[in-house]
């Protein structure tokens, strides 16, 4: 048996590598054209079948391509055979891997009944079940040993046996249900491993086995996650876009081409769900997914492998030019979301996410393999993980041939929404002793796992997060923590407005958490700007409250021949009646020193309120500084100083700490500090943040600890509004900013009796 199995593998090979090369043929010319529009969008396709039994749609031609035929094909295999015979990255990986499943085969096999949430041994076994047999099928392709073939089969026996007989997961969780695991989400995850790894295998079994497999396990899978999950298979949403995946990877493998239609046009084909409408939904036109750089990079797996199987299936649809390249830009963008490798952690994030994640990984290799960008291979370098797939070859190879080059990040307003009118995220770099970015949260909610803070910053400078964002509340798949899940400080205090760098009215949070309403409103983005020297973007809100508009402009700016740098930040109210303003700044970093009394409290701390977050602030302070400008310094673990330096138009200062009404030890105990104005229907909140000097404990010394920031002034004349920062050399930077919107008019503005003229945006004057 075992011969005749390899013998028809080979044949299958032999036959299959014929039929990619022309099917590869016609993928050229597709592949090397990313950016010209698609000739349709999942609005208007509609699902003409032809008179064949096969229910093939006719607006494509599907393509005959032999097993495997998903994100690896036949072709694939026998070109990475090649290249696991010479030493190199791509025979590193593959040897590293086969070591490792070749201890994983010498072990008995555990399908257990499912009984836990995330994190609990049977979620984790179930989950590791199905890394191991995508490893066991991948390098059965590329030894043809059939004793990881037979892992595979025999695993997937078990689950055959299991599935069909499973009620409900016992700990589901909310509507979108499993069966092997507590939400369907992760049995869609399931899926998707455990097709690829069929694919690998399927020609190494006997008829038997794959009925078996086939009829117990695969098809039920499938169709508990389509058509007995309606609600979410259909739906547009992250979870919908796993569930697609699976149900479309897994019709490729066994030939239900119409189970490839439901995925791509929802269950009744009418291309109002689906995988088409998730494309066209979920993502920006320039890439930008709306649940946030945390989610677009989970989300982006299952868009990345299916395009990739949809490519190889069916090319003529040209899948990775549908919206103008939307999947590629995609996957860009999910690199420029991040700074020093990690995700940008706003809505519900991890913190610790980064480049390095796997669904960045396939999303990279496969990105390079059809457009063989350079820069893509310095971020494949920095994942440092070679995939045994054939877009990993091409990376292997390529690094291997010093192909790579600087990844150029970039300064770049991403566009929230289908149609890019729902708000931005603005990211604005540069370098100044080291790499900066400042960036403005103008984007819209991002669904169930969006925080309610809109116009928010954050800074990093040298490595560092400074002005932080506190991600998520969860200790993902620690059981023992809430069972994995998020925690209920998720809801009181993490996505609660004062958890993050913005305005806060009456103590209340944006929307008054209500979701449909945060939703359905979105800031919109004024104006971005971009130069060399000067980062700005403005953007305004007046949903968040029932009667506060709001707006916020942000600059990163350098000076001084590029040795020094500033954030400003400028936030103006109004309203009609008079409340309560708060204004928060989190900071990561030991306070140095205040240009204030600081009122520390001592002795019996307590809460600084009673709801909407407030309940878990320790109030550490409260001072209501004197003077003109109030400043206060930190310092920061990458070694450098930075003072926040505000105008003082009578806000009072408190000094926060993360922690009270915390019983259980679930939140990190971060720093901030709020100012404070009470009975005001108009108010202005001016600042500047600045980095400065070093501190190197190791060679004992310090340089520049002081702020160089001697006074700030502000003034608004008609659209102009401008910020003085007067220096302690007596030089000054001078930020003018022309808020007509339509730029009809030269600008102009009078500081200290001379005029200053000037007919762009913004300009800023240095004076000496």
């Given at each position: 048996?075992?011969?005749?199995?390899?013998?028809?593998?080979?044949?299958?090979?032999?036959?299959?590598?014929?039929?990619?090369?022309?099917?590869?043929?016609?993928?050229?010319?597709?592949?090397?054209?990313?950016?010209?529009?698609?000739?349709?969008?999942?609005?208007?396709?509609?699902?003409?079948?032809?008179?064949?039994?096969?229910?093939?749609?006719?607006?494509?031609?599907?393509?005959?391509?032999?097993?495997?035929?998903?994100?690896?094909?036949?072709?694939?295999?026998?070109?990475?055979?090649?290249?696991?015979?010479?030493?190199?990255?791509?025979?590193?990986?593959?040897?590293?891997?086969?070591?490792?499943?070749?201890?994983?085969?010498?072990?008995?096999?555990?399908?257990?009944?499912?009984?836990?949430?995330?994190?609990?041994?049977?979620?984790?076994?179930?989950?590791?079940?199905?890394?191991?047999?995508?490893?066991?099928?991948?390098?059965?392709?590329?030894?043809?040993?059939?004793?990881?073939?037979?892992?595979?089969?025999?695993?997937?026996?078990?689950?055959?046996?299991?599935?069909?007989?499973?009620?409900?997961?016992?700990?589901?969780?909310?509507?979108?249900?499993?069966?092997?695991?507590?939400?369907?989400?992760?049995?869609?995850?399931?899926?998707?491993?455990?097709?690829?790894?069929?694919?690998?295998?399927?020609?190494?079994?006997?008829?038997?086995?794959?009925?078996?497999?086939?009829?117990?396990?695969?098809?039920?899978?499938?169709?508990?996650?389509?058509?007995?999950?309606?609600?979410?298979?259909?739906?547009?949403h992250n979870h919908g876009t796993w569930a697609t995946a699976a149900v479309g990877l897994?019709?490729?493998?066994?030939?239900?081409?119409?189970?490839?239609?439901?995925?791509?046009?929802?269950?009744?084909?009418?291309?109002?769900?689906?995988?088409?409408?998730?494309?066209?939904?979920?993502?920006?036109?320039?890439?930008?997914?709306?649940?946030?750089?945390?989610?677009?990079?989970?989300?982006?797996?299952?868009?990345?492998?299916?395009?990739?199987?949809?490519?190889?299936?069916?090319?003529?649809?040209?899948?990775?030019?549908?919206?103008?390249?939307?999947?590629?830009?995609?996957?860009?963008?999910?690199?420029?979301?991040?700074?020093?490798?990690?995700?940008?952690?706003?809505?519900?994030?991890?913190?610790?996410?980064?480049?390095?994640?796997?669904?960045?990984?396939?999303?990279?290799?496969?990105?390079?393999?059809?457009?063989?960008?350079?820069?893509?291979?310095?971020?494949?370098?920095?994942?440092?993980?070679?995939?045994?797939?054939?877009?990993?070859?091409?990376?292997?190879?390529?690094?291997?041939?010093?192909?790579?080059?600087?990844?150029?990040?970039?300064?770049?307003?991403?566009?929230?929404?289908?149609?890019?009118?729902?708000?931005?995220?603005?990211?604005?770099?540069?370098?100044?002793?080291?790499?900066?970015?400042?960036?403005?949260?103008?984007?819209?909610?991002?669904?169930?796992?969006?925080?309610?803070?809109?116009?928010?910053?954050?800074?990093?400078?040298?490595?560092?997060?400074?002005?932080?964002?506190?991600?998520?509340?969860?200790?993902?798949?620690?059981?023992?923590?809430?069972?994995?899940?998020?925690?209920?400080?998720?809801?009181?205090?993490?996505?609660?407005?004062?958890?993050?760098?913005?305005?806060?009215?009456?103590?209340?949070?944006?929307?008054?958490?209500?979701?449909?309403?945060?939703?359905?409103?979105?800031p919109e983005l004024l104006f971005f700007e971009n130069t060399p020297q000067v980062k700005?973007?403005?953007?305004?809100?007046?949903?968040?409250?029932?009667?506060?508009?709001?707006?916020?402009?942000?600059?990163?700016?350098?000076?001084?021949?590029?040795?020094?740098?500033?954030?400003?930040?400028?936030?103006?109210?109004?309203?009609?009646?008079?409340?309560?303003?708060?204004?928060?700044?989190?900071?990561?970093?030991?306070?140095?020193?205040?240009?204030?009394?600081?009122?520390?409290?001592?002795?019996?701390?307590?809460?600084?309120?009673?709801?909407?977050?407030?309940?878990?602030?320790?109030?550490?302070?409260?001072?209501?500084?004197?003077?003109?400008?109030?400043?206060?310094?930190?310092?920061?673990?990458?070694?450098?100083?930075?003072?926040?330096?505000?105008?003082?138009?009578?806000?009072?200062?408190?000094?926060?700490?993360?922690?009270?009404?915390?019983?259980?030890?679930?939140?990190?105990?971060?720093?901030?500090?709020?100012?404070?104005?009470?009975?005001?229907?108009?108010?202005?909140?001016?600042?500047?943040?600045?980095?400065?000097?070093?501190?190197?404990?190791?060679?004992?010394?310090?340089?520049?600890?002081?702020?160089?920031?001697?006074?700030?002034?502000?003034?608004?004349?008609?659209?102009?509004?401008?910020?003085?920062?007067?220096?302690?050399?007596?030089?000054?930077?001078?930020?003018?900013?022309?808020?007509?919107?339509?730029?009809?008019?030269?600008?102009?503005?009078?500081?200290?009796?001379?005029?200053?003229?000037?007919?762009?945006?913004?300009?800023?004057?240095?004076?000496?």
């Amino acid at each position: 048996m075992l011969k005749r199995n390899q013998l028809i593998t080979s044949l299958w090979l032999a036959i299959s590598t014929a039929l990619v090369v022309g099917c590869n043929s016609e993928q050229s010319s597709t592949n090397t054209t990313t950016n010209t529009a698609a000739n349709t969008t999942g609005n208007d396709i509609k699902p003409v079948t032809d008179s064949s039994s096969s229910g093939v749609s006719s607006l494509v031609k599907q393509v005959e391509v032999a097993h495997p035929k998903l994100v690896v094909t036949a072709q694939d295999v026998l070109a990475m055979r090649e290249g696991i015979a010479t030493q190199g990255l791509f025979r590193t990986a593959f040897l590293q891997q086969k070591a490792e499943i070749d201890k994983v085969i010498s072990q008995p096999i555990d399908v257990p009944m499912p009984k836990d949430a995330g994190g609990g041994y049977t979620h984790e076994r179930h989950k590791k079940n199905y890394a191991q047999m995508y490893q066991a099928g991948i390098i059965y392709q590329l030894t043809q040993q059939q004793k990881y073939a037979d892992f595979v089969r025999d695993m997937l026996l078990q689950y055959a046996d299991l599935y069909p007989s499973l009620p409900l997961h016992p700990k589901r969780k909310s509507a979108n249900e499993g069966r092997l695991f507590w939400q369907g989400l992760n049995e869609a995850v399931w899926l998707v491993h455990t097709a690829q790894a069929y694919d690998f295998v399927k020609l190494a079994l006997n008829e038997q086995d794959q009925k078996h497999i086939e009829t117990n396990a695969l098809r039920p899978v499938a169709l508990f996650l389509s058509e007995q999950s309606p609600h979410t298979f259909n739906k547009v949403h992250n979870h919908g876009t796993w569930a697609t995946a699976a149900v479309g990877l897994t019709g490729y493998v066994l030939g239900e081409q119409d189970w490839v239609e439901k995925a791509l046009l929802d269950l009744d084909k009418s291309g109002k769900g689906g995988f088409l409408r998730q494309m066209d939904e979920l993502f920006s036109p320039e890439g930008y997914y709306n649940e946030g750089p945390y989610y677009q990079r989970y989300a982006l797996m299952p868009f990345v492998i299916f395009a990739k199987a949809i490519d190889v299936n069916e090319p003529n649809r040209k899948i990775f030019e549908y919206r103008n390249g939307v999947l590629l830009k995609a996957i860009k963008a999910t690199v420029e979301l991040s700074y020093n490798g990690l995700f940008y952690p706003i809505n519900d994030a991890i913190k610790s996410k980064g480049i390095d994640t796997i669904e960045l990984v396939n999303g990279v290799a496969i990105a390079y393999g059809l457009t063989a960008e350079a820069g893509l291979l310095d971020i494949a370098q920095q994942q440092n993980q070679i995939l045994l797939t054939g877009d990993g070859f091409k990376v292997a190879q390529a690094l291997e041939a010093g192909k790579a080059q600087a990844y150029q990040f970039k300064s770049i307003a991403y566009g929230d929404g289908k149609n890019a009118d729902e708000g931005a995220f603005v990211i604005m770099r540069q370098n100044v002793a080291g790499e900066q970015a400042a960036i403005l949260k103008a984007t819209a909610q991002g669904l169930g796992h969006g925080h309610f803070d809109k116009l928010t910053w954050q800074f990093y400078d040298k490595g560092a997060e400074v002005v932080t964002d506190y991600g998520a509340a969860r200790f993902l798949n620690v059981e023992s923590k809430y069972g994995g899940r998020y925690l209920p400080e998720n809801e009181t205090y993490a996505k609660q407005t004062v958890a993050h760098n913005t305005l806060v009215v009456d103590e209340t949070s944006h929307f008054n958490m209500n979701l449909d309403v945060a939703n359905a409103n979105h800031p919109e983005l004024l104006f971005f700007e971009n130069t060399p020297q000067v980062k700005l973007a403005s953007a305004q809100i007046a949903t968040a409250y029932d009667d506060v508009v709001f707006k916020r402009t942000l600059a990163l700016v350098n000076f001084n021949n590029n040795s020094q740098s500033l954030v400003f930040d400028l936030l103006n109210v109004k309203s009609d009646s008079a409340h309560q303003y708060d204004l928060p700044v989190h900071y990561q970093g030991h306070v140095i020193n205040s240009n204030f009394d600081l009122g520390t409290t001592t002795n019996g701390l307590s809460a600084l309120g009673k709801a909407n977050g407030y309940q878990h602030l320790w109030k550490k302070s409260h001072a209501q500084p004197k003077g003109s400008m109030t400043q206060l310094t930190w310092l920061n673990d990458n070694g450098r100083f930075y003072t926040h330096s505000s105008v003082n138009n009578g806000e009072s200062v408190m000094l926060t700490q993360i922690g009270a009404n915390d019983p259980l030890f679930n939140l990190r105990n971060e720093n901030g500090f709020i100012f404070r104005v009470k009975g005001k229907k108009q108010h202005n909140f001016v600042s500047v943040l600045e980095p400065h000097g070093e501190y190197n404990p190791s060679k004992e010394y310090t340089l520049d600890s002081y702020s160089a920031v001697q006074n700030i002034e502000h003034s608004q004349q008609g659209n102009i509004e401008f910020v003085v920062v007067t220096l302690v050399d007596n030089s000054q930077i001078i930020l003018a900013i022309n808020h007509d919107i339509a730029l009809t008019e030269p600008a102009q503005f009078s500081y200290r009796d001379k005029t200053y003229q000037f007919n762009s945006r913004f300009q800023l004057f240095e004076r000496i």
